[in-house]
């Protein structure tokens, strides 16, 4: 038995924001009662008193790399790095080696979890067989063995017929449809955000058109076909008014964003910092006000991380031929809460709304703080500030923007299945 005593209870799934105790047996809450009335000499109690509990946060896009990958992160490094940063379960993209477009893999990666896994992993499918673009994968056979969404995340589904077909075949088995949305063609081999930074960094441009045009390409599928799609790491000003007005005629989207596009504009690449390339860029400061705007008025569901491990050897190269992505996961809390909560944009419900709620809803694995609900939560202190000291961090790689930032909030504990 654990009890999590005196604690501010905030799930606002469970229409809760209570001062309370938490009576947590086996993997499942019991009881929620009033402050200071429970005790057990048998049972682990943590004084709550100053700290929060929410339901379990959920990262529905990142990268474990494994298989195939495992020199830049695997399943035992990603997950600790994950429960680090509060995460109690978290989605993996199929781009590994090899992809993660068949049942045995799928397979694969469950049971590995299960093994070394310090949080629940839930896999995403490939949309297209080798994420080719040309033949869909075997959705079906792979929800069977567990995946909770499909995506081609790292490249964009070119083909409308085939991103058609996906949409269509995916609503058949209740699967989300994760688009990556990226008009290679506009692309045209750029890697920064196109704009007076890179033409003063003599980088080669990514115009967010390029996001921009397939954002509108999914909206316009999904109001056709009348299904679901949810559009990954949104990060340019008119994809966030594109979504909205979709919304508003009932187009049936989801989308996310990630804190570095609510922390960040191009001028973090400044020094040609290879850990401030990503993909997609990091944007101007109008993208980045719109993203806020977008989270506040909730035409942003969801806050990932998009958590990226890459080795060493792949960003200290010059800045073209660096490889995209950010580790997320153990600064993404505090830099949401930081960025977003501490400066009154969203109250703490929203963000847990963000991180917790509505990824849950939308992948069909999330939890609540209830009674009889499992005991996944996370637990932090609001009141911690700390700088992030990127050489600490657990996982193995190390590309982060963030080393030396000052943050409030801090992860205390991550519950998961009832084990602190
Ligand atoms: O920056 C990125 N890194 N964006 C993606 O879409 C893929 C990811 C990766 O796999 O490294």
């Not at 080669?204 to 390409?217: D, I, K, L, Q």
Request: contains cysteine.
């Amino acid at each position: 038995m654990l009890i999590l005593q005196n604690i501010r209870a905030v799930d606002p799934g469970a229409n809760l924001d209570k001062v309370c105790d938490i009576v947590i047996e086996g993997c499942r809450i019991v009881k929620i009662a009033e402050a200071k009335t429970q005790n057990d000499s048998n049972a682990e109690v943590i004084d709550g008193t100053g700290l929060v509990a929410f339901p379990g946060l959920i990262d529905m896009h990142c990268h474990l790399r494994e298989p195939g990958l495992e020199y830049k992160e695997d399943i035992e490094s990603g997950t600790k790095s994950a429960r680090a940063g509060g995460f109690t379960g978290v989605a993996c993209m199929p781009n590994t080696k090899p992809v993660v477009d068949n049942s045995a893999i799928v397979r694969a990666i469950t049971s590995r979890a299960k093994e070394v896994g310090s949080v629940k992993v839930y896999p995403i499918g490939a949309i297209s067989k080798g994420l080719q673009g040309q033949e869909l994968a075997e959705m079906g056979d792979m929800q069977e063995a567990g995946i909770v969404a499909v995506s081609d995340d790292g490249r964009p589904v070119s083909s409308s017929s085939l991103m058609k077909k996906a949409m269509m075949y995916a609503a058949q088995f209740n699967l989300p449809v994760i688009s990556h949305c990226e008009d290679l063609d506009l692309v045209d081999d750029g890697y920064m955000n196109e704009g007076y930074t890179a033409t003063v960094l003599g980088l080669r441009g990514n115009p967010w058109a390029s996001e921009t045009n397939m954002v509108s390409r999914e909206l316009i599928l999904a109001e056709y076909l009348n299904v679901p799609v949810h559009i990954a790491h949104v990060s340019a000003k008119l994809s966030v008014e594109l979504i909205r007005e979709a919304k508003a005629r009932g187009v049936q989207v989801t989308c996310e964003t990630c804190p570095h596009y609510f922390t960040l504009t191009e001028e973090a690449v400044g020094n040609y910092d290879t850990n401030a390339k990503v993909n997609p860029p990091l944007r101007a400061k109008e993208d980045l006000e719109a993203i806020i705007a977008g989270l506040q008025d909730g035409t942003i569901d969801c806050i990932a991380t998009d958590h990226a491990p890459h080795h060493v050897d792949e960003k200290r190269v010059e800045f073209a031929q660096a490889a995209n992505g950010l580790v997320g996961f153990e600064t993404a809390f505090g830099l949401s809460y930081t960025y977003l909560v501490e400066t009154g944009k969203l109250t703490l419900s929203q963000l847990v709304e963000k991180m917790s709620l509505n990824p849950g809803l939308i992948l069909g694995v999330g939890t609540r703080l209830a009674e009889g609900e499992c005991a996944d939560i996370t637990v932090v202190d609001l009141n911690q500030e700390y700088t992030v000291e990127v050489a600490k961090f657990l996982s193995k790689s190390k590309n982060s923007p963030y080393d030396g930032w000052k943050l409030k909030g801090r992860v205390v504990h991550t519950i998961v299945d009832g084990r602190i």
